[in-house]
C-alpha cells in the first residue's frame, strides 16, 4: 500500500509541520473547550494527575463533559465507559474516511496516528487530500499540535476555573462550533454537496426532534447524507 | 495529586472504548475490501458528519447562533483564514448580545 506515491510521501517530516501549522491556525478556537474541561473536572473532585490522565488518553471533549455530568463516589466505571463508546462512535467513520491517507502506513504510524484522530484535524486533513496531497505526517503533526493546546488548557482550566469562571452561555464557549462551521468551507466541493449536506442536516434534526441523543442525530445524519451522495454519483456515473 | 483506583479504571476503560471508535472503523475498512458504492459514501461522509453535528446544536442555540454561524463561514468564505473566521462567528454573537433591546 506504499507503492501507490512513492515510499517517501505516505508520511514526511514536512507534512508534519504543515499539519502543526493547520492547527496553529485554529488553536484560538479549540481553546475554550479545554478550559471547560479542566474546569468541570475539578469541580468534579478530579485531582490534577487524573485530570491530566482523563484528557491526555481520552482527548475527545464531548465525551469527557457527559461522563463527568455522570461523575459519582465510587467513580461510574461502566457507564463512563459506555458514554465514551457511544459518543465517539462518530468517530469511526472519521477513520474509514481517511483512508486515502492512511492506507499508506502501518504499524505505530497508523495506529499511534489513529490514537490521536479528533474532529478538527479530520477536517484539515480531509482539506488536504481534496487539494491533493496524502501525508499520513499532516495528520498527525495537526492532532499533537491539538493534543498539546488541549492538555494546557485543561491544565488552566483546572488549576484557575475558579478565579475565571464564566458562565456557560458566554459567546467564547461557541468558539468550538465556530471552529467546525469554518472547516466546512474547505471542505465543500460544490453543488453536487448541497443534496448531500441537506439530507444529513435534516436527519439530524429529525433523529434530534425524536428525543434521541448523542450520537444517534450525527450518524443517522452523516449515513443517509453519504447514501444520497454515494447514490447521486452512481446515477452520474450512468447518465450518457 | 492524588489517584484513586477507581478513578483511573473508569479513566481506562473509557481510554479503551475511545481508541476502539477511533481505530475500529478503518480497522474494518481494512481488514474488509468494501464495495464501490461504501468507498463513493466514504467520499462524501466528511461533510455530513459534520452537517449532522452541527444542525441539532445551531437549531437550539436560536437566531443569534445562526447570524453567528453566518459570520463565520461568510468570513472563512471571503479571506480563507481559519483564525479570523472563528473570531468573527464569537465577536458576531458576543455584539448580539450585548446591543440594545437585546
Redesign the interface.
Known sequence: MDHQGGKGTAFTREGMRRGVRAAL??T??LMPFGLVIGMVSDAKG?????TW??AG????GT??LV?LELWAD?????A??????VI????????????PV??RVHGLRL?GT??F?V?NA??LT?AEIRAGRRDAGFLLGASLTMWANWMTMVTIGHLFGALVRLPPGH??F??S?????????????GRS?LL??A???????AV?GAGLGAPW??????F???????AM??WRETMP | ????W?????????????????????????ATRPPP??T????????????????????Q?GPA?WA??GA??V???TF????L???????M??LI?HSPGA
Open positions: 491556525a485554529i484560538l478556537g478530579l485531582s490534577l494527575l487524573e490522565l482523563m488518553l481520552l482527548f475527545a465525551s469527557q461522563a465510587p467513580a461510574p466505571i461502566l463512563a465507559t459506555l458514554a465514551c463508546l465517539n462512535l462518530r468517530m469511526a467513520p472519521m477513520g474509514a474516511a481517511l483512508a492512511l492506507d495506529w489513529l490514537a484522530l474532529d479530520f477536517a480531509i459567546p467564547v461557541f468558539a462550533m465556530t471552529t467546525l462551521l469554518a472547516l466546512l468551507v474547505p471542505i465543500w466541493r454537496d448531500p449536506w439530507v444529513a442536516g435534516t436527519a439530524a434534526l434530534h442525530p450525527v450518524l443517522a445524519g452523516a443517509l447524507g453519504a447514501t444520497v451522495g454515494a454519483d452512481r | 495529586m492524588t489517584l484513586r477507581d478513578v483511573l479504571a473508569a479513566i481506562l476503560g473509557m481510554a479503551l472504548a475511545t481508541y476502539l471508535c477511533r481505530a475500529g472503523g478503518y480497522a474494518l475498512l481494512r458504492f461504501v463513493a459514501m466514504l467520499q462524501h461522509l466528511p461533510g455530513c458528519i459534520f452537517i449532522a453535528f452541527l444542525a441539532p446544536n445551531l437549531a442555540d447562533a453567528a454561524a463565520t463561514i468570513t472563512q468564505a480563507g483564514r481559519l483564525a473566521s472563528i473570531a468573527a462567528g464569537v465577536a454573537l458576543w448580545g
